[in-house]
Nanobody
């Protein structure tokens, strides 16, 4: 059974940094994607960043490019989201997701509709 567990959320002032972690158990796909999403109250989840498990290619939403960095530690089966220069508008629940269906491509890496496995989320709050 696949489990994704996020950690590292919290409260920070604008301009500060947080590092989120997503540790996967029971998931061993060597050629797929793991991604971070966020959800604002009353809104749909939106893709933040994704990383391919084989080639380590990375993908970012325009709103976070240059401020957030996604990385992966295969030995720990963990994906990180380093968030720098945080803004109040980054306040949201952050989720990690893994495993796009067969036939998916990199164009689906930030799609919230296709991932098979999701974590429970971790709250990030940025105050001004």
């Amino acid at each position: 059974q696949v489990q994704l567990v996020e950690s590292g959320g919290g409260s920070v002032q604008a301009g500060g940094s947080l590092r989120l972690s997503c540790t996967a158990s029971g998931y061993t796909s060597s050629n797929n994607y793991i991604a971070w999403f966020r959800q604002f109250p009353g809104k749909e989840r939106e893709g933040v960043a994704a990383i391919s498990t084989m080639f380590r290619s990375t993908y970012y939403a325009g709103s976070v490019k240059g401020r957030f960095t996604i990385s992966r530690d295969n030995a720990k089966n963990t994906v990180y989201l380093q968030m720098d220069s945080l803004r109040p508008e980054d306040t949201a629940m952050y989720y990690c997701a893994a495993d796009l269906p067969r036939g998916s491509s990199s164009r689906d890496a930030l799609s919230p509709y296709k991932y098979n496995y999701w974590g429970q989320g971790t709250q990030v709050t940025v105050s001004s």
